[in-house]
């Protein structure tokens, strides 16, 4: 099939079409490379396929029409950011999150160059003119998680106007009023944007959306319990990664015909790997597409990811709202609770964190975890020794890797990651 001609559609969006070619050739061939010549996946990621490949097409025409018909797109940084609110007043709520070193030289003119690469990478993606969803968005929501992203979030206003919200850093009585606080202010915002009011029943069908894909997601994650998986570390990354930028309600249909297809995998006795390759569990920083370094180091080397502990992944899918909310307060109320629970590493203290890892580890029969932080994250960084600390008391070999969205470290890398898999081996 031809392939259809975006070109004018980038332009009015205002981008870069040069560099924009260039990202796009190289993302082609980074997926190329890692994804499809992966063997054995399940048919239903094929799905994933087209969606990837029509990451900067069509997902973006189908915003502009939504647009036109007086919807709103919003972008957001974090997970903290409540979805239901957005997709309650029919908006749709795309993640800017970018994991691709191209553009880091325009972030380094207003950013110093420690800092970490995902900040990096959605700066330089704005000032370069590369990022077609955050052209597209009516409004970029930000949030007080780390220092780095609050303060560059000043300097992104200057280029698009940016909303901040106050995430509290503890979890006290005092911490919820200050997030609820947050959360209806949001509301009003949001409200504001699109001309249209919050209620009981756009909101709850807003919850429902928003949980059916978590339920999706859950699904998946229950299924890459099984030995050997049925899917690939990097195939179930992908899922989480797109699950930001998708159509809700199409993704989560073909997600649960995927799980369909992994279901059969699994009665079947069918995997991606054999049944004694050792079982990884990736914890920390979250990994933005195009960032599929680790994982892809890990299983050309001789393992599998089974789960992540980040917010691709667990992080963002653990907990549900509650639906039986009956007024417009009760579901704001379920909104807060829920969102209260993600345990992120800019939160002190942060024991919940260490808990869930210890526990998928034991639930997904991991042999070993691999702690990831992008270079110069403080918040992941600081605790991966509390993190390390508690999977040596129960016995699970642990390796802390730091890294950035650069190639440059690929080899010292496989070759600590070998050594770390020899030795789970025993
Ligand atoms: S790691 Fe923390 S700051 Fe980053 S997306 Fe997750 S919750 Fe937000
Ligand atoms: S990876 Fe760490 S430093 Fe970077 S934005 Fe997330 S929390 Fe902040």
Redesign the pocket.
Known sequence: MEQKDYRPMWKELGLNLEGHDQLLAVLGKAYKDIYLSQENRPKGMQYLDFVISEAHGLRIEELMETKKKGNKVIGT?CVYVPEELILAVGGTCVGLCAGAEIGIDEAEKVLPRN?????KSFMGFKLAGLCPYIQASDLVVGET?????KKAYEILNDYKETYVMEIPQMKTERDRALWRGEVVQFKEKVEEIAGRKITPENLRQGIKTANDKRRALQRLSTLRKAIPSPISGLDALLVNQIAFYDDPLRFTKSIQALCDELEDRVKNGVGVVKNRTPRILMSG??MAVPNWKIPFIVETSGAIVVAEESCAGERSTRDLVKEDGKTLDDMIEAIVDRYMKID???FTPNEERIGHIRDLAKEFKADGVIHY??Q?????SMEAYKVEKALQQKGIPTLKIESDYGMEDAGQLKTRIEAFLEMVRG
């Open positions: 940084f800092t970490c690469a995902l900040i998680t780390c220092d780095g992203k920083s979250p992120c590493a800019c932080n992008i110069f994250c403080t918040p992941y």
